[in-house]
């Protein structure tokens, strides 16, 4: 049976996050954020599915350099910049400090850096929610491959059945449950979720909804 987790471990960009200034620095370049977005983590998976790694931020500038091969080194910089910028979403910090009063632990689970995910924190004032910034970067693979979920667990010194993975990414939630944590998916991005995926143990419209789902699973 799945359970109230003690930890809840939070995807950062798009599922905390909004990713608008990328979106805005791309456009004088005529490249749409989703096909941006969708080709960096096209890269991503696939140097995973390979059994390589590479960080966050040279798949970014890699997938910029091919969507958009006569950029100057000013705009260029000027996305990558942006991923340093983005707002907190609105139900970001409510849903953070309900898990909080509750009792459970609050941390991250990126596919970004780490350096770049304190400083979004920090500026958010989102920090003082989360117990540990956690990344791909220990294990050396981007999620939804499973060890990332597993090496984040390990680190807290706590079995995956104890954690939930909240997103509003469909192939997170997916990887997560394969690697044996409690999902919880909001709909705020897809809107729908892909049948070709195993279902969330919960989810909800806003983040806030997915928190509250959670603690109400029985202890």
């Not at 471990?9 to 979106?23: G, N, R």
């Not at 958009?68 to 910049?81: C, F, I, K, L, Y």
């Not at 907190?88 to 350096?115: K, M, S, Y």
Request: with cysteine.
């Amino acid at each position: 049976m799945t359970r109230r987790p003690t930890v809840v471990l939070f995807d950062v960009v798009e599922t905390l996050f909004s990713l608008a200034p990328v979106e805005a620095a791309l456009a004088p370049l005529g490249v749409s954020l989703e096909l941006y977005f969708a080709r960096l983590l096209r890269d991503g998976f696939a140097l995973a599915a390979a059994g390589d790694y590479r960080p966050f931020s040279e798949v970014a500038a890699s997938a910029l350099a091919a969507l958009a091969p006569t950029a100057t080194d000013e705009q260029r910089e000027r996305v990558q910049q942006a991923f340093t910028q983005l707002p907190a979403h609105p139900d970001a910090e409510p849903a953070l400090a309900q898990l909080n009063a509750a009792g459970v632990t609050v941390c991250t689970l990126t596919n970004g850096g780490g350096d770049a995910t304190e400083t979004l924190l920090a500026d958010s004032g989102l920090r003082r929610h989360v117990g540990s910034v956690l990344t791909v970067e220990a294990a050396q693979r981007w999620k939804p491959s499973p060890e990332p979920y597993r090496q984040a667990v390990g680190s807290l010194g706590i079995e995956p059945g104890a954690a939930a993975l909240v997103a509003v990414h469909s192939w997170d939630i997916h990887g997560a449950h394969h690697a044996g944590l409690t999902t919880g998916w909001c709909s705020r991005l897809e809107g729908g979720y892909p049948s070709i995926f195993e279902p969330a143990d919960v989810n909800g419209t806003t983040l806030v909804d997915v928190a509250e789902a959670l603690l109400d699973l029985p202890t």
